[in-house]
């Protein structure tokens, strides 16, 4: 009875994981593309 706990939670604590490790490739991905946009605008202006 313990160990089915146990596995459930384990099972959710790798989705948590496997969210935040992609929500935070996501959050760098969005933080390169920003910084491509910004030095565009910047090389159009000039």
Do not use: P
């Not at 099972?11 to 935070?24: E, R, T, Y």
């Amino acid at each position: 009875m313990n160990n089915e706990r146990n596995e459930t939670r384990d099972n959710a604590a790798a989705i948590g994981i496997g969210a935040m490790i992609v929500f935070i490739a996501l959050i760098l991905v969005a933080a390169v593309a920003a910084a491509v946009i910004i030095q565009t605008a910047e090389k159009l202006q000039q």
